[in-house]
């Protein structure tokens, strides 16, 4: 809980910048820390194989001869 108490204070900012209570921006930056913690680990992956896999084609492409894909 302690964890996403700076996603809960950020949003009920936020929501008082909009003339709200709070309590409802309070709620969301719980809920959109939650998300980002769960997909940044999975968009960082991604980025990682993809950046993997574009190297070994260029490098396949390099000693291959192959100058089609380089």
Known sequence: MVNNVLGMLIGAE???DD???GLGGAIEGYLIEGAI???????VT??????VRFLARRAYAAVAGDRTRS
């Open 46 to 51: 991604f980025a990682l194989g993809w950046g």
């Open 14 to 16: 936020i929501d008082r």
């Open 19 to 21: 003339g709200g209570s």
């Open 37 to 43: 913690k769960a997909a940044a680990p999975l968009i």
